[in-house]
């Protein structure tokens, strides 16, 4: 066996574990809080910070496309990191740390959602400071103004773990497996909301 077939299959084979091993409640929990914010017609915002910011625009198109049932009301969603010129105005201004809750103040309503992604679920640091305070300070926020909150973490489940209504960790110490998964839980997501609207009369 080459060292690259090695490495697939055991990648591959990590994958099958963390499969097995996520929590399926945590899954129908943001499903079931996702399908709420859809009947009373709440919006539902995303971000994130580098790979996980790709992924939130991802799950804001996926949530706003894949979820359109003909004839029923469709979910409101927006990722709040996509307006690059506001990102960096907020960002010069403000400051990194409130590059998400400055956005909320403007947009978050009572009963509106907040799902924030992050590998390390807002624990850690690196050569800038702490890492992922923005999402963690916007998570507050959303809570303090009536909201409810939604976490996608890896590793230990971090800070997001402690205060999300509702949070996902993937069960592994790799970012790569946590970004992979990420994006396998917000597909899985968006198709069992599908099922459910159409079901709903």
């Known amino acids: 066996m080459t060292q690259t077939k090695a490495?697939?299959?055991?990648?591959?084979?990590?994958?099958?574990?963390?499969a097995a091993r996520t929590s399926r409640d945590s899954l129908v929990k943001i499903v079931d809080l996702l399908f709420s914010a859809w009947k009373n017609e709440?919006?539902?915002f995303m971000c994130g910070n580098g790979g996980s910011a790709s992924t939130a625009t991802h799950f804001a198109c996926d949530l706003a496309k894949s979820t359109i049932v003909p004839g029923k009301k469709r979910f409101k969603v927006l990722s709040l990191n996509d307006n690059v010129p506001l990102l960096t105005a907020i960002t010069n201004d403000n400051g990194w740390d409130?590059?998400?809750s400055e956005q909320l103040l403007s947009l978050f309503g009572k009963g509106d959602v907040l799902v924030c992604l992050s590998v390390h679920g807002g624990t850690g640091k690196d050569k800038a400071g702490l890492w992922s305070q923005n999402l963690v300070k916007a998570m507050v926020l959303a809570k303090q103004m009536g909201g409810k909150t939604v976490g996608f973490?890896?590793?230990d489940g971090g800070v997001f773990k402690e205060i999300a209504d509702a949070c996902v960790v993937v069960p592994a110490d790799s970012t790569p497996h946590v970004e992979s998964f990420h994006a396998l839980y917000e597909h899985l997501i968006c198709k069992c909301l599908r099922a459910k609207i159409e079901e709903e009369p």
Request: glycine share 4%; aromatic share 14%.
């Open 7 to 18: 490495m697939i299959d055991e990648h591959l084979k990590e994958t099958e574990t963390i």
């Open 42 to 44: 709440r919006w539902v």
């Open 98 to 100: 409130n590059l998400y």
């Open 153 to 155: 973490s890896g590793f």
